[in-house]
């Protein structure tokens, strides 16, 4: 099974235990199926982690490039 990193905490976990979101168009989505191709990012599946890694930029370091999160995706995960 495959190990990925959480791009907001750096903790190391099979991938499916973790959500992969994906930006293809500069806006970041989450990936559910995990078939999107391109770079994917991972985070845990919490909104402490989603939260870090939008402020932290491990998102778009990931990624290579700048992306938006859109305020919806923390409803996903939780109350912000």
Do not use: H, I, N
Not at 3 to 19: D, F, I, S
Not at 56 to 74: C, I, K, M
């Amino acid at each position: 099974m495959p190990v990925r990193t959480c791009a907001g905490c750096g903790r190391k976990a099979p991938q499916t235990e973790l959500q992969r979101f994906t930006a293809s168009d500069g806006t970041l989505r989450p990936d559910g199926d995990v078939r999107a191709s391109g770079r994917g990012v991972y985070t845990c599946r919490s909104p402490a982690c989603v939260e870090r890694a939008a402020a932290g930029g491990g998102f778009a370091r990931t990624l290579r490039r700048p992306v938006r999160v859109p305020e919806v995706l923390y409803a996903l995960f939780g109350e912000r």
